[in-house]
């Protein structure tokens, strides 16, 4: 059963809810504006809905037998909102302002994203074009291997990358958001039972689930793992078969129904055809085991897309994207979000024009 939201209006830690833009498994998220300065965030409510229930008070505890489970998962959740409030800012990457405690629960407060989620620009991108465009898809995998590099820097893992987690500015930029699953690498403990199955790689999944008997160590090529999932979403416009599927079908001696998108004829032939290159290393990210994948971002980005990631590494320094921090901590007596320097739009102008009509094609249709 899906967890009950917070109503519209309800005020909690300095700001008033407004309505939920999105849900998981590990919880909602509301956009919110802040009560003193008018901001609008999006804020996260660690709310995992198999071991976690909300009272008609509003409070929230775990679900009965999962005391341990819940209460590990909370204390991960804030841990890793304020460790990411600590990276620089980069393209691609949501700004984390930080997190705090409320009605035995957290909440994580975000950049609000003016823009709209990956899978459901999809559609639409498919309705203009037919298909979806080589070149948009290189822009998003430049920008969200960019955010993965960053996280990955810090030994943090996404653990949920998936469409419905990567926004789309109005300018055409992706943005890689929700960051409710991130963990650290060093850390050694039990996996936990909260993946999304269609983007989950064989190491997020608990052993005893897998039919492998044993743990594989999750690392920059999980989040791999999801993002090339993605990709051969949008590519083939459907999902290959999951991970689980995959290692049962292993594991009995059949062959992995995995279906290789460079082996497939009506994707590289044609006016719309895609790069062999590009589709193979698709393929290659979708490798069932960890040691079969592409292993870091930097060069899972140069695979496919090798001349707009090197463009990207020239021109999208931390130090050249924003010309100054800023401050966004978290201050119990003044929550103010404090920008002192403005973000250098550098997507490319053709990219950014072909999101930009659909936004206003979108828009129109809403209007009619």
């Known amino acids: 059963m899906a967890a009950v939201a917070l109503s519209n ?8 809810l407004q309505n939920v833009i999105g849900r998981g498994g590990f919880g909602i998220t509301y956009r919110a504006e802040e009560k003193n300065s008018g901001q609008v965030y999006a804020i996260k409510e660690y709310l995992p809905e198999d071991f976690a229930e909300r009272a008609e008070t509003g409070y929230v505890s775990a679900s009965f037998g999962h005391g341990d489970t819940y209460e590990r998962g909370l204390q991960a959740f804030i841990t890793e909102a304020n460790i990411l409030k600590e990276l620089p800012r980069r393209k691609g990457l949501v700004r984390v302002r930080g997190a705090f405690e409320r009605s035995g629960t957290a909440y994580c407060v975000m ?4 823009g709209d989620s990956l899978d459901r620009m999809a559609q639409r991108l498919i309705r203009t074009y037919g298909h979806i465009p080589q070149a948009l898809l290189v822009e998003l995998v430049t920008s969200v291997c960019w955010a993965l590099e960053a996280l990955h820097r810090e030994h943090l893992i996404h653990r949920d990358v998936k469409p419905a987690n990567i926004m789309l500015r109005r300018n055409g930029e992706p943005v890689l958001i929700d960051f409710g699953a991130a ?8 996996k936990e039972m909260i993946f999304t199955r269609s983007y989950a790689a064989i190491e997020q999944i608990p052993p005893e689930m897998s039919g492998f008997g ?26 290959p ?28 032939q044609g006016e719309d055809a895609y790069d062999p290159e590009f589709l193979e290393a698709i393929d290659h990210g979708c490798g069932l085991m960890p ?27 931390d130090e050249a994207y924003y010309t100054e921090e800023e401050d966004w901590t978290m201050d119990a007596q003044n ?6 320097a403005k973000l250098l739009l550098l997507c490319s102008v053709l990219i950014a024009s072909a999101f930009a009509l659909l936004y206003y094609v979108y828009d129109i249709e809403k209007l009619n």
Do not use: C
């Open 241 to 268: 078969p999951d991970a689980m599927t995959r290692a049962r079908a292993v594991l009995s001696g059949r062959s992995d129904p995995y279906e290789p998108l460079s082996q497939k004829q009506e994707l590289t």
């Open 183 to 190: 963990r650290r690498l060093s850390r050694r403990e039990k």
């Open 111 to 114: 950049e609000f994203i003016e």
């Open 9 to 16: 209006g309800t005020e909690i830690g300095g700001f008033r």
């Open 335 to 340: 929550q103010t979000h404090k920008p002192r």
């Open 291 to 317: 040691k079969q994948r592409i292993q870091n971002a930097s060069y899972f980005a140069e695979r496919i897309a090798p001349d707009a990631w090197k463009q990207m590494q020239q021109n999208q320094s």
């Open 214 to 239: 044993r743990d594989f160590a999750e690392g920059p090529w999980t989040d791999l793992y999801a993002l090339s999932v993605v990709l051969y979403q949008l590519v083939a416009r459907k999902l």
